[in-house]
């Protein structure tokens, strides 16, 4: 009795959070008994509501209570550690937030030996006794611990569930059998089972074929990998042999450059000092000279003696000098004009073999197409903010500083002259050349305004310069009339949601280019599938009617519509 008593108190003396016995017991002003650390972190998670509730009988208190160690408490489970703690059940026998606890065990339980699908009760090792001793439960099933056991009983009828209904394809119990499951197809359990464990087993030989199946296609994009790696890296090794080769030729055309300059430079001097000799011989005769001469003849900044001489010569008729002709010195002030030529011819051939480069790289052979994307989620894993080429740029547009919105303006822009601006229509192109997979939008407003994406060669000027006109642009014409789409100047009406906003998805290696009207969510207005030859540009076209202008500009996607 006296050890039953000790059991009963340290139940009592058990802290209802860590179910533990109480270690520096705090009592709290509604009367329950905590840790004080266990009631502490308790109350710091509620802080941000303000306020703060005993956990047993969710009682408020405002403000946070202070809390105070109760020396009684404190001292009553310290004697009950020294009167017998020591033959109470290990920690690791209690259960925990993941274990199956025994559903007779008062107090704080332990875990459940095993669980039984007759009485739909799971069990520790002591209350499981009877079942292993009293033939009355020899028929019970025991199975391992299980927090499902109530999945066994039916909820209508709080049976367990022993038949199965072939009819409707789930297990009820003898009551519903006879209730609304009168009349179908019902059969044990136990039988249902074996039937179903046949079916097991070839279940688990097609999962083993489709798992070696599956094997030997890894293997295979393994083997994929490698290649892949080997591939790039012999081309990194390649190319970078090449682009030290073509950086060596140009620092040795620099370093001749630099050979010549000196050169010339040495042989010009030499010349240039020689006459300087003939002319201080005379000097020294014409000893009546203006004080002008007299002082050029001892500057020692040849370039000045030589710009100044001519003029000063002339000023006095009696200085004769024939075969002797002195002017301004050019000819190292073309070099480096001619070198800058000759830069910007090499940007210019650079640039054209880095869009056939772009375009070898992103054509390259791989075992397995990428999958079209279906969801907001997995377009925006391809988003890219792209921005406006203001040399690009129609005179009739104006660009924001940012380069990412277009404008209609009334008066002409004065923008320098270059090849590449758009002379008859009000279109601008992308800075960005698109090859692999790309995902971006547009936000327009006014009249209309066309979204394109465009080879960079098409024409600037005249009918074929308009995006869709030629077999070089693609365009979506947007209005508040509608839609259309334009190719090779063949145009098609288009239905769909009307948005300000309209999404553009490029795969570029697969050849297609989708677009969308975006709002509450993305719909599709037109998909093409083609073979793109080159890499693409996107291009914003605007246009006004009755004087109302437009703008269009490349926006940041929301991350939901």
């Known amino acids: 009795m006296a050890q039953r008593g000790i059991s009963l108190d340290q139940d009592k003396l058990c802290c209802s959070i860590c179910l533990d016995l109480l270690k520096d ?3 709290i002003p509604c009367g329950h008994n905590y840790c004080m650390n266990c009631i502490k972190r308790h109350w710091d998670e509620e802080d941000q509501k303000k306020v703060h509730r005993c956990p047993q009988c969710r009682q408020e208190f405002i403000p946070r209570p202070s809390l105070v160690r109760n020396t009684m408490l404190a001292d009553l489970v310290e004697e009950l550690m020294k009167m017998g703690l020591e033959s109470a059940p290990a920690d690791h026998c209690y259960a925990g937030a993941e274990d199956v606890a025994c559903d007779v065990c008062t107090g704080r339980k332990l875990k459940a030996l095993k669980s039984c699908l007759q009485c739909v009760v799971s069990y520790c090792e002591q209350h499981l006794q009877p079942h292993y001793e009293s033939p009355a439960f020899e028929k019970h099933k025991l199975i391992d611990p299980s927090k499902k056991l109530q999945e066994n009983i039916c909820t209508r009828h709080n049976e367990v569930m022993k038949i199965f209904c072939q009819t409707d394809h789930h297990c009820i119990c003898y009551l519903c059998s006879m209730d609304e499951h009168k009349g179908h197809n019902t059969v044990s359990a136990a039988a249902e089972r074996t039937e179903r464990q046949k079916e097991l087993g070839a279940s688990r030989q097609k999962i083993q074929q489709r798992i070696q199946n599956r094997e030997k296609d890894e293997k295979v994009l393994q083997l994929e990998v490698e290649a892949i790696n080997r591939s790039a890296d012999e081309a990194v090794r390649d190319s970078e042999k090449i682009f030290t080769d073509v950086i060596r030729l140009i620092e040795k055309r620099s370093s001749d450059v630099k050979q010549q300059i000196r050169s010339q430079q040495k042989s010009e001097a030499s010349r240039v000092k020689e006459l300087q000799k003939e002319l ?32 000063l010569s002339r000023l006095n008729d009696s200085i004769d000098l024939p075969s002797t002709h002195i002017g301004p010195l050019r000819y190292f002030e073309d070099v480096p004009a001619a070198v800058s030529e000759a830069n910007i011819k090499l940007q210019d051939i650079l640039n054209e073999e880095w869009i056939k480069i772009s375009y070898t790289l992103t054509n390259i052979d791989v075992l397995l197409p990428q999958v079209e994307p279906k969801t907001r989620d997995e377009f925006l894993k391809y988003s890219q903010r792209l921005t406006l080429d203001p040399n690009t740029a129609n005179t009739r547009l104006s660009i924001s500083e940012e380069n990412a919105k277009a404008s209609n303006v009334i008066r002409t822009r004065t923008y320098s002259s270059h090849p590449d601006r758009f002379l008859n229509r009000s279109q601008v192109l992308s800075q960005e050349s698109l090859t692999g997979r790309h995902y971006w939008e547009v936000e327009w407003s006014g009249s209309g305004a066309h979204v394109a994406v465009t080879y960079k060669d098409i024409s600037r000027r005249g009918a074929e310069s308009e995006f869709g006109f030629s077999d070089k642009s693609w365009a ?8 259309q789409f334009r190719h090779n100047n063949i145009r098609t009406s288009l239905s769909g949601p009307q948005s300000s906003r309209v999404g553009v998805y490029l795969d570029h290696r697969a050849g297609i280019l989708c677009f969308y009207s975006v709002s509450e969510t993305m719909t599709l207005l037109h998909r093409v599938q083609t073979t793109f030859t080159q890499p693409l540009c996107a291009g914003l076209r605007t246009y006004s009617i009755l004087s109302l202008r437009s703008s269009a500009e490349f926006c940041e996607p929301k991350d939901k519509c």
């Open 476 to 483: 979506l014409d947007c209005s508040f009339n509608g839609y």
């Open 25 to 27: 017991p705090v009592t």
């Open 280 to 311: 201080e011989e005379e000097i020294s005769e014409l000893r009546r000279k203006e004080a002008e001469l007299e002082q050029l003849s001892h500057t020692e900044d040849h370039t000045h003696f030589l710009l100044k001489y001519p003029l």
